[in-house]
């Protein structure tokens, strides 16, 4: 029986590559429960932290800056979200299952700091800095663990609310993350963004970029086994013995680093407040519906189908344990990576052996302080001209899950004014929202749906579901009312 037979029979294999014309070790890839070789399985697995290792930690930069946090209680933080990325990506990759309840996909996702939650968790510092308030990053972490009860909501009610969640509505919210996520990309393209590096989009930077972005496309065009699925690594590392000759890594916090730190739980405290919580309700349902997009984009994109009830449920439980990990640990929410995902979808690698050592390296960098700091001497540049391709394909599968079924006048309707709305009214790509003409445009809005607009993918999310329901017909409501009763999947038109 040939591999590709064997492995489909157990349901463990991409539907999306013909492993019988591949060489078995690497055909291994593209089997989920498969374990390849170290040599082929470990770079993949760099690629993985090289993609997400900035991402990670930015969001705690942010927030620890405007909480007032010391240095010491800031590594803190940083040490915390590096295990709780790997504790949480274990999660997922072999679910704690108890009767027929799973918490964690059973699916090749990566998981770290999630940057949805930046504006309510800069908005509560900010306040209980002004305050006076005794532990502002408790008050954060306190609110964060409270209102956590949205997104298990969202995973309990899944199986109804999926059909309201047709392909058009999750393409228009992956859309949003895609915006998002190439906003970031040409940051790190430039230098890591103009408020952060003065030499932004210098010539040396984008020099660099643009040579790490050639070496990706043409591995990914003329490359083939190990040299095409970790394009991204080798580009990378291409770029950071250029941008080592050209003096732009900076390895003093290699040298300085402590050899050996134990991550110590609620080292910084809680504090619970009504008020605090209530900011972050709204923004864990937005970061549950970019969880189910990415999801979707694993599953559709690598394995040549939708994820199931199961699955996606199981997300959105491991995004909840992984966050109460995280905030045990000190550090911020922890959800589902797009960008991993997006490279997941590329590469069609979907062995979870390859995460797992993505995993055991995040909790190893925790406790070796000097690892961290290799992967975060990595320049902004070179991560840039790595990762904006994989961001882009994010993009390209919102487009191709929002052409799912065609484009009937209904749907080009919706999907105008979901566009009309759900980007005219964000906030500007890549720019600050004071001293903005945008922060004119909401001026006069209620602070409620200021607080919507204030975040690209909650807004589009919240727009693309409600227009959705406005143009359901009285058959539409019959058919998902059959479809619940019976269980059973719905074809959208």
Same mark, same amino acid.
């Given at each position: 029986?040939?591999?590709?037979?064997?492995?489909?029979?157990?349901?463990?294999?991409?539907a999306?590559?013909d492993?019988?014309?591949?060489?078995?070790?690497?055909?291994?890839?593209?089997?989920m429960?498969?374990?390849?070789?170290?040599k082929?399985?470990?770079p993949?697995?760099?690629?993985?932290?090289?993609?997400?290792?900035?991402?990670?930690?930015?969001?705690?930069?942010?927030?620890?800056?405007?909480?007032q946090?010391?240095?010491?209680?800031?590594?803190?933080?940083?040490?915390?979200?590096l295990?709780?990325?790997?504790?949480?990506?274990?999660?997922?990759?072999?679910?704690?299952?108890?009767?027929?309840?799973?918490?964690?996909?059973?699916?090749?996702?990566?998981?770290?700091?999630?940057?949805?939650?930046?504006?309510?968790?800069?908005?509560?510092?900010?306040?209980?800095?002004?305050?006076?308030?005794?532990?502002?990053i408790?008050?954060?972490?306190?609110?964060?663990?409270?209102?956590?009860?949205?997104?298990?909501l969202l995973g309990?009610?899944?199986?109804?609310l999926?059909?309201?969640?047709?392909?058009?509505?999750?393409?228009?919210?992956?859309?949003? $993350?895609?915006?998002?996520?190439?906003?970031?990309?040409?940051?790190?393209?430039?230098?890591?963004?103009?408020?952060?590096?003065?030499?932004?989009?210098?010539?040396?930077?984008?020099?660099?970029?643009?040579?790490?972005?050639?070496?990706?496309?043409?591995?990914?065009?003329?490359?083939?086994?190990?040299?095409?699925?970790?394009?991204?690594l080798?580009?990378?590392?291409?770029?950071?013995?250029?941008?080592?000759?050209?003096?732009?890594?900076?390895?003093t916090?290699?040298?300085?680093?402590?050899?050996?730190?134990?991550?110590?739980?609620?080292t910084?405290g809680?504090?619970?407040?009504?008020?605090?919580?209530?900011?972050?309700?709204?923004?864990?349902?937005?970061?549950?519906?970019?969880?189910?997009?990415?999801?979707?984009?694993?599953?559709?994109?690598?394995?040549?189908?939708?994820?199931?009830?199961?699955?996606?449920?199981?997300?959105?439980?491991?995004?909840?344990?992984?966050?109460?990990?995280?905030?045990?640990?000190?550090?911020?929410?922890?959800?589902?990576?797009?960008?991993?995902?997006?490279?997941?979808?590329?590469t069609?690698?979907?062995?979870?052996? $390859?995460?797992?050592?993505?995993?055991?390296?995040?909790?190893?960098?925790?406790?070796?302080?000097?690892?961290?700091?290799?992967?975060?001497?990595?320049?902004?540049?070179?991560?840039?001209?790595?990762?904006?391709?994989?961001?882009?394909?994010?993009?390209?599968n919102?487009?191709?899950?929002?052409?799912k079924?065609?484009?009937?006048?209904?749907?080009?309707?919706?999907?105008?004014?979901?566009?009309?709305?759900?980007?005219g009214?964000?906030?500007?790509?890549?720019?600050?929202?004071?001293g903005?003409?945008?922060?004119?445009?909401?001026?006069?809005?209620?602070?409620w749906?200021?607080?919507?607009?204030?975040?690209?993918?909650?807004?589009?999310?919240?727009?693309?579901?409600?227009?959705?329901?406005?143009?359901?017909?009285?058959?539409?409501?019959?058919?998902?009312?059959?479809?619940?009763?019976?269980?059973?999947?719905?074809?959208?038109?």
């Amino acid at each position: 029986m040939s591999m590709k037979k064997l492995v489909e029979q157990n349901g463990w294999t991409s539907a999306t590559v013909d492993l019988d014309s591949m060489d078995p070790e690497v055909a291994k890839m593209h089997i989920m429960e498969s374990r390849p070789k170290f040599k082929l399985a470990y770079p993949l697995s760099i690629q993985h932290i090289l993609v997400m290792y900035a991402s990670n930690l930015v969001p705690i930069m942010v927030v620890a800056g405007v909480a007032q946090l010391t240095s010491d209680q800031t590594v803190i933080m940083l040490q915390g979200a590096l295990i709780a990325a790997g504790l949480a990506t274990l999660i997922n990759l072999y679910p704690i299952r108890i009767g027929g309840f799973q918490i964690g996909a059973n699916l090749p996702i990566m998981m770290g700091t999630s940057s949805t939650f930046i504006p309510p968790m800069t908005a509560v510092a900010a306040a209980a800095v002004a305050m006076g308030h005794h532990n502002p990053i408790g008050l954060v972490l306190g609110g964060l663990l409270v209102a956590a009860i949205a997104e298990v909501l969202l995973g309990v009610f899944y199986k109804y609310l999926k059909h309201f969640l047709p392909p058009v509505v999750l393409g228009c919210s992956l859309l949003s $993350v895609g915006i998002m996520l190439i906003g970031i990309g040409i940051n790190n393209f430039g230098g890591g963004g103009p408020g952060t590096n003065p030499n932004f989009g210098s010539p040396q930077n984008l020099s660099v970029a643009f040579l790490v972005f050639t070496v990706y496309v043409v591995l990914q065009r003329f490359g083939t086994g190990i040299w095409k699925m970790a394009s991204a690594l080798f580009a990378m590392i291409t770029g950071y013995i250029v941008a080592m000759m050209l003096g732009m890594v900076n390895f003093t916090p290699i040298v300085e680093a402590r050899i050996f730190a134990v991550p110590m739980p609620f080292t910084l405290g809680i504090v619970f407040e009504p008020w605090a919580i209530g900011m972050f309700f709204a923004v864990y349902v937005a970061s549950g519906l970019a969880t189910i997009g990415y999801t979707h984009t694993i599953t559709s994109q690598s394995m040549g189908r939708m994820s199931t009830n199961k699955e996606t449920a199981g997300a959105l439980y491991g995004d909840v344990l992984g966050t109460i990990v995280a905030l045990i640990f000190n550090a911020l929410p922890n959800t589902e990576f797009g960008q991993n995902a997006a490279l997941v979808a590329y590469t069609k690698v979907i062995s979870k052996w $390859v995460l797992t050592l993505s995993s055991i390296t995040l909790i190893a960098a925790s406790f070796f302080p000097p690892i961290g700091a290799v992967f975060a001497s990595m320049p902004a540049a070179v991560i840039g001209g790595g990762i904006l391709a994989v961001f882009a394909f994010i993009m390209t599968n919102a487009l191709v899950l929002i052409s799912k079924d065609g484009f009937p006048p209904k749907k080009i309707t919706q999907l105008c004014v979901t566009f009309a709305i759900g980007l005219g009214f964000a906030p500007p790509i890549g720019a600050g929202v004071a001293g903005s003409n945008y922060s004119l445009l909401i001026q006069h809005l209620p602070g409620w749906m200021q607080f919507i607009t204030a975040d690209r993918i909650l807004l589009m999310s919240v727009v693309a579901i409600l227009i959705n329901i406005l143009f359901m017909t009285k058959e539409d409501f019959a058919r998902i009312a059959k479809a619940i009763r019976s269980e059973e999947e719905i074809e959208y038109v």
